[in-house]
């Protein structure tokens, strides 16, 4: 999906990314963790979009500081544990889109009247 505006298309990834000041791999690991009913550790989401965990391990900090997604803790059977993410509700990120763009056309619609 795109928009147009002032003769430029956005593409929704762009939109989000703009939105929430994410990069690209940011962007990719929330739509993995968007499209999944699961919770996953940084493998798994490695695995996914095939990036090194680094990459991943930064955009899973990114995301959680953020807050477009969550982190819980499995504890493992032999002891231990891992950090498992899930993105945060599909209708609240929506919401919060939405409350950006709100914000950035009350700001515009400002600028305009000054003109």
Known sequence: MSI???CK?????????CSFQINKTSYNTLM????EKNKLRVEDIT????????????AVKELLK?????RSQRNLLNGGY?????AIDKKEIKKRVRDLLYEW??????E???L
Not at 9 to 17: E, H
Not at 32 to 35: A, I, P, S
């Open 32 to 35: 993995v963790l968007t499209g």
């Open 9 to 17: 298309k956005i593409l929704k990834g762009d939109l989000i990314r």
């Open 112 to 114: 305009i009247e000054r």
């Open 47 to 58: 695995k996914k979009i095939g990036l090194e965990r680094s990459g991943v391990q930064k």
């Open 66 to 70: 953020k807050g477009l997604i969550k």
């Open 105 to 110: 056309y009350k700001s515009a619609d400002m």
């Open 82 to 86: 891992v950090y498992v993410y899930s």
């Open 4 to 6: 147009t505006f002032a």
